[in-house]
């Protein structure tokens, strides 16, 4: 009997949380109909005021606005907190995949949703739209279509010079690293494993989401092995990073402002007999506030991008990364740093 009742007041609260959204969109409101990166028609309101953000699009919208998401799915260290309003960190972190109540609950004007565009994403995106009655967005995550979405955002959320600034930014760095990159012989690519976990026995191959920026900047992915579902992190072995013997190691921990997997790869026995560490070639990926090179993937690959070209190819692309690093905090993250402030987000100093 007690949970029958419980299972009916579920239901009743479900129910009332469902007409609520039904009659936000039913006032007479004045709407839009837009095509969606997926492709998808949808009928927006045509002033939006709020969004939910869903699978990892939070930073995206920040750069545009940010006060008008009602959540955040990015997790925010104590070290990056200071970069953030407090109205920000304040914000509900909730499930990537978006929770149908959470959604419902905060009554956002439209759902936004990040992926790589395909045929499934697009039905889910149809079939989550059905289900909670509020417009479903998708916008594209791959990051070379990021003018692409930049300027779709800036539509949509009725910023479009905001969206010139940053794909003003896009143009300048990352267009100019694209053109070089694929001129650099197949002979002249420097050889990168891309270290992750704790012991650096993680990787992710050549064609990877989370592996895009050593592609792009014209190196070669070391790693042969197969594309890890879902969060990557395919497993490999110590033997096999010594038949790869990589020129050079990136790497990226889950603790990172502890370096925990840069500490090992230097000082664990095992690690010595690498081609990389012994060159002293070894290089912790920037982390603040977010990754800079794919965790979570958004627009944080844009400054890992120019950083990677630099530590790579420093003769071809001869960028002032302190410059550019205050640069993209100002137009992304709307932080003004110090020269000072940026040398610290460039430059992790490990305790070894």
């Known amino acids: ?6 299972k009916r ?3 009743a609260t479900w129910l009332l949380l469902l007409l609520c959204s039904i009659h936000g969109m039913a006032m007479g409101q004045p709407t839009r109909l837009i095509r969606d990166m997926g492709g998808r028609s949808v009928r927006i309101p045509d002033k939006i005021k ?3 953000v869903n699978n990892h699009c939070d930073i995206l919208v920040y750069a545009f606005d940010p006060a008008i998401a009602v959540n955040r799915i990015t997790k925010i260290s104590d070290a990056a ?16 995949q978006g929770a149908l109540e959470e959604i419902i609950k ?4 439209v759902v936004l949703w990040s992926v790589e565009v395909s045929p499934q994403a697009i039905d889910e995106a149809n079939r989550l739209q059905a289900k909670i009655n509020i417009p479903v967005v998708l916008l594209e995550l791959n990051m070379t279509k990021y003018k692409a979405t930049f300027a779709f955002l800036g539509q949509l959320l009725s ?3 905001k969206a010139q600034e940053l794909i003003g930014f896009v143009k300048t760095y990352i267009d100019a690293i694209q053109q070089r990159a694929r001129q650099i012989p197949a002979n002249r690519r420097v050889r990168i494993y891309y270290a992750e976990s704790p012991d650096g026995l993680s990787t992710d191959p050549s064609g990877s989401k989370h592996s895009q920026i050593i592609d792009f900047v014209g190196a070669s992915n070391v790693a042969k092995v197969g594309i890890a579902p879902g969060t990557g992190l395919a497993k490999v072995s110590m033997e096999q990073v010594m038949i790869w013997q990589p020129e050079v190691i990136l790497v990226w921990t889950v603790n ?4 925990v997997t840069y500490k090992h790869i230097l000082s664990d026995p095992l690690w010595k007999n690498i081609r990389a560490v012994k060159s002293g070639r070894v290089y912790q990926i920037p982390w603040l506030p977010f990754g800079w090179f794919d965790r979570p993937p958004g627009p944080n690959r844009i400054p890992g991008t120019i950083w990677t070209a630099n530590l790579l190819y420093p003769a071809i692309f001869k960028y002032d990364m302190v410059k550019v690093t205050q640069e993209y905090f100002q137009k992304f993250y709307h932080v003004h740093l110090s020269a000072a402030q940026a040398k610290t987000v460039l430059n992790p100093k490990p305790q070894l």
């Open 1 to 6: 009997m007690v949970f029958t009742y419980r």
């Open 9 to 11: 007041i579920f239901q």
């Open 50 to 52: 709020s969004v939910y």
């Open 81 to 96: 907190s200071r970069f953030f309003p407090k109205q920000f960190l304040a914000k509900p972190v909730t499930d990537p």
């Open 106 to 109: 905060l009554h956002p004007d």
């Open 159 to 161: 910023r479009p010079a």
């Open 256 to 259: 990172a402002d502890r370096l």
